[in-house]
């Protein structure tokens, strides 16, 4: 079996639109704060001098958004109500475990320009890897845009899908749809450039409105998917951080494959 990485790390020196904060408690560091936890907390004197070398354990406090690194975005990002259902879309917390491991598929969409491609697009690629997803397949983006990760052009230089191809893929039975880049949405200035030639709403973020009326699931902000040796006969692996009440959780997400 071999696993590889799909992963983006969250990482505090890098840019980021909504800046990481990374504060580390060193071994040292840690035994003073235990010490001083015990005393106030539990009435409890110890001297962190006794500990082995004076360290305790390191601490990491980080201050970020749910929507840093690769994750997955739920139901509950998309709007507050849904058109199906009960009507209550369900957060990150809500969300089945199975829908997060299964046949992987990797479409590759290196030659679109930034913006949205639609179902020709899709269509063709299908063609051209002689597969068509199959329902409860994880459907994967390789975009291209993991190797801006770190710079302001990761977000701003990608490519999305359009309103009807994510309904394409719904049709078929996907449930999960990842990408390498940061939305699944085309870029923020190229949807509202193309709104203000068009006065369409329907170009104003269709992959994540319809989820509004269609439950799904987005994996946004992959990486590596271009070391994927064939484009589907692997599974993946996705599983977000069950975080109660949020509309995402970061996940490590990875392919599995028989050697």
Same mark, same amino acid.
């Given at each position: 079996?071999?696993?590889?990485?799909?992963?983006?790390?969250? $990482?505090?020196?890098?840019?980021?639109?909504?800046?990481?904060?990374?504060?580390?408690?060193?071994?040292?560091?840690?035994?003073?704060?235990?010490?001083?936890?015990?005393?106030?907390? %539990?009435?409890?004197?110890?001297?962190?001098?006794?500990?082995?070398?004076?360290? %305790?354990?390191?601490?990491?406090?980080?201050?970020?958004?749910?929507?840093?690194?690769?994750?997955?975005?739920?139901?509950?990002?998309?709007?507050?109500?849904?058109?199906?259902?009960?009507?209550?879309?369900?957060?990150?917390?809500?969300?089945?475990?199975?829908? %997060?491991?299964?046949?992987?598929?990797?479409?590759?969409?290196?030659?679109?320009?930034?913006?949205?491609?639609?179902?020709?697009?899709?269509?063709?690629?299908?063609?051209?890897? $002689?597969?068509?997803?199959?329902? !409860?397949?994880?459907?994967?983006?390789?975009?291209?845009?993991?190797? @801006?990760?770190?710079?302001?052009?990761?977000?701003?230089?990608?490519?999305?899908?359009?309103?009807?191809?994510?309904? /394409?893929?719904?049709? /078929?039975?996907? @449930?999960?749809?990842?990408?390498?880049?940061?939305? /699944?949405?085309?870029?923020?200035? !190229?949807?509202?450039? @193309?709104?203000?030639?068009?006065?369409?709403?329907?170009?104003?973020?269709?992959?994540?409105?319809?989820?509004?009326?269609?439950?799904? *699931?987005?994996?946004?902000?992959?990486? !590596?998917?271009?070391?994927?040796?064939?484009?589907?006969?692997?599974?993946?692996? *996705?599983?977000?951080?069950?975080?109660?009440?949020?509309?995402?959780?970061?996940?490590?997400?990875?392919?599995?494959?028989?050697?």
């Amino acid at each position: 079996m071999r696993i590889i990485d799909l992963s983006s790390p969250v $990482d505090a020196g890098g840019y980021e639109a909504d800046p990481v904060v990374h504060e580390v408690l060193t071994p040292r560091e840690g035994a003073l704060h235990m010490s001083a936890e015990m005393r106030e907390h %539990f009435g409890i004197e110890f001297d962190p001098d006794e500990l082995p070398d004076g360290e %305790f354990l390191s601490l990491d406090r980080i201050t970020l958004t749910t929507h840093t690194g690769t994750h997955v975005d739920a139901p509950s990002h998309y709007g507050s109500v849904a058109g199906y259902g009960t009507g209550v879309p369900r957060h990150i917390h809500e969300m089945p475990v199975e829908w %997060f491991y299964g046949r992987g598929v990797v479409l590759d969409l290196t030659d679109a320009e930034v913006g949205a491609v639609g179902v020709a697009h899709l269509e063709k690629e299908f063609a051209r890897i $002689d597969y068509t997803p199959a329902p !409860n397949d994880i459907v994967l983006l390789h975009t291209g845009a993991d190797q @801006r990760a770190g710079t302001p052009a990761y977000f701003t230089d990608f490519t999305g899908l359009d309103g009807p191809a994510v309904h /394409l893929l719904l049709d /078929l039975g996907v @449930r999960v749809i990842g990408t390498d880049a940061f939305s /699944l949405d085309a870029p923020f200035g !190229n949807i509202i450039e @193309r709104y203000r030639e068009t006065g369409d709403r329907s170009v104003l973020w269709p992959a994540h409105v319809t989820g509004r009326d269609r439950e799904y *699931c987005q994996i946004e902000r992959l990486a !590596n998917l271009g070391a994927l040796p064939e484009p589907y006969g692997f599974l993946v692996s *996705c599983f977000p951080v069950k975080i109660t009440g949020a509309g995402a959780g970061w996940a490590r997400a990875v392919a599995i494959m028989e050697d």
